[in-house]
């Protein structure tokens, strides 16, 4: 492991030492716990060791497992050093929200969204929290919110569930 | 005796309304580029000097729907474009024609999921689907001129105005 990782990494630790590092094709991610994630991620901007003044984007996992079924995934960037790391924090199906980051990153407003758009995981405290690319009324029969990328989607979709124009006769 | 001599000596030749009406249209059907993805590239190659769509007078591509004739539908069409595609659709005058090119368009192609309309004529009626990934140029002539076909056999007469009275189906796949 590098010592740029061990830098982050130490940042993170000092935070709370409930932190896993985890390296895979030099890459680096960090897995934090939900309490502390939002320390860990206003400390890494912060601190002059790790400045990451940039957020890249935020997106989700479904891993498909009950209770622990979503990882939340915030991508960092840090314009000084040219590093990046991985954050991922676990969200459970029975509690699907999360704390919001938008006071830390402007640019989580729409990554927010668009993550709640496509796994209906809400952030706390969003100033704008509705769907992204989906119609706000897109659901089945029943009237259950659908959310596109979650693994018990269909991948065709549901018939019905998004309006086509309809067809002129000749 | 040809059209020539009837011009030159007479002035004057007798036909059908029909026929000159028809012949009008094919030779200068407007197309409406409705350029949604790769498949616009190849459509702007069937504009150019190599495939040159101006021999069969469609070298005006309209970009306002209101002078356009043919709509060429080039691209994969989401549930959210299907509104606009429709909307410009809408507001093309009548008699006009529509072209499916590329399999996006027609049947949805490789994008077998969620967003994506699963062929156009769900909601537009389609005249010819040109099959391809993207089609070549040569593919979208072919289709041209199977629409310049189609018009030739139309009636585009007062009492038969806005009807598809063409004894050429709607439908037609086209592969090159």
Redesign the interface.
Known sequence: MSTTFETIIAVAKAVTPNVTPVEHHGDLTIHVDRDHFMDVLAELRDNPRTKFNMLVDITAVDKNTSPDRYDVVYFLLSLEFSHRVRIKVGVRDDRMELPTVVEIWESANWYERETYDMYGITFEGHPDMRRFYMPEDFMDADGTQLYPLRKDFPLMGIPGSLPLPPKEEI | MGLNEHLTRDGFVTTTLESVVTWAQRNSLWPMPMGISCCAIEMMAFGGPRADSSRFGSERFSFSPRQADLMIVAGTVT??M??VV?KIWDQMPDPKWCIAMGVCTSSGGMF????V?QGID????VDAYVAGCPPRPEALMKALMYIQEKVSASKPTLANFG??TGTVN?GEIITI
């Open positions: 549930y959210k299907s509104w429709k077998r999921s969620y967003p309309v769900q909601f537009l009626p009807k598809d709607r």
